[in-house]
């Protein structure tokens, strides 16, 4: 097994030039909606990684699909059988973009707008309150009598760098942890996760270990590349209590997000479980011009589990109907109550 402690974003940018296939067809490519069926369901079956934690029959989707598929049917009757077909899946990462449409996983979407955990209007009225601060795209605010600090951070396509990180947690020195909200954060950057990370504490524990899709049989990977903890470099770690708030519309940076932090000491991860999609995508070109892509590397956690489908926090809790009528969040009411009970 490979170890390195290369930067996350170096990882992604390398397994994704290693996996990526040539996005244009041949001038001579059969753009016929039988050809591009098939070669759609060859692309996936010889290149996706997660067929070993999807519940779908590849072959049996071939056997009930292809039969509606004919040469000459309109682009918007092939787009829905290609949608279908990739719908199997259940992947958040499978996209199928065609002239005028696009495909998304309708279970992931399900998923995060059918199993919120999140309720933005107490959020805003009682821990953000209108006086909140915003540094990067993070917005904050001091909680529960000054003693905790409140941080959401909705998207990692937002700016989260260290040093703003650093410069929130200077503005409250005597706060005795840490709730960092990302409930309903869809990802984005995968570096804005690495450079929140260098403010906890390291001792270049393992994150987890990465394989690449390598041979057309469904089992056939690269070697294990073991990922760490970044160092802290010259930086004092945050070493008091630090609390994650995660919920079913966590997906991809937020979903590793939430993986990577389970290997620190001082992080509980608390709420429902991610949304996941830990996979490197990459996609290309179909013979009639459209794009697809999927996931073609796997992600395995320290403890030898693949939680694709969802990483799972260390303490479950649901938002309360109750609680939110009386404008509390009884998530995050729960995460400081654990922060204040540590000695």
Not at 53 to 73: E, H, N
Not at 75 to 95: E, I, M, Q, T
Request: proline share 5%.
């Amino acid at each position: 097994m490979r170890k390195i402690r290369i930067s996350l974003l170096t990882i992604i940018i390398l397994l994704f030039a290693c996996s990526c296939e040539k996005l244009l067809m041949p001038d001579d490519a059969d753009a016929s909606a039988t050809a591009t069926f098939d070669y759609l369901w060859q692309q996936v079956d010889e290149r996706y990684s997660l067929f070993d934690v999807k519940t779908v029959d590849w072959q049996a989707m071939y056997d009930s699909l292809r039969p509606q598929v004919y040469d000459g049917m309109s682009d918007d009757s092939l787009f829905a059988v290609l949608r279908k077909l990739l719908n199997s899946l259940d992947d958040g990462h499978v996209n199928l973009w065609g002239n005028n449409d696009v495909a998304k996983s309708e279970a992931i979407f399900l998923q995060r707008y059918g199993n919120s955990n999140f309720d933005i209007t107490p959020v805003a009225m009682t821990y953000l309150r209108p006086d909140y601060h915003t540094t990067g795209g993070m917005a904050y605010n001091s909680i529960d009598s000054g003693r905790v600090l409140y941080i959401r951070y909705s998207s990692f396509m937002n700016s989260a760098t260290s040093s703003q990180l650093a410069t929130i947690l200077d503005r409250y020195p005597d706060i005795r942890g840490v709730v960092f909200d990302i409930r309903q954060n869809g990802g984005g950057e995968i570096q804005n996760e690495w450079n929140i990370m260098k403010i906890l504490p390291s001792d270049g524990q393992l994150l987890y270990t990465t394989q690449m899709k390598a041979g057309k049989a469904h089992d056939e990977f690269t070697q294990p590349t073991a990922v760490y903890a970044p160092s802290n470099g010259d930086r004092i770690p945050y070493s008091k209590p630090f609390v994650l708030l995660t919920d079913r519309g966590c997906y991809s940076a937020a979903s590793s997000f939430a993986l990577c932090l389970k290997s620190y000491s001082n992080v509980t991860v608390m709420g429902d479980t991610t949304a996941g999609g830990l996979a490197i995508p990459a996609g290309g070109a179909l013979p009639n011009g459209w794009y697809y892509r999927f996931g073609v590397s796997r992600t395995i956690a320290p403890d030898g589990m693949n939680y694709e489908n969802g990483v799972p926090p260390d303490h479950v809790v649901h938002l309360s109907p109750t609680a939110t009528a009386a404008g509390r969040d009884n998530i995050i009411d729960s995460a400081c109550h654990l922060i204040l009970r540590q000695k």
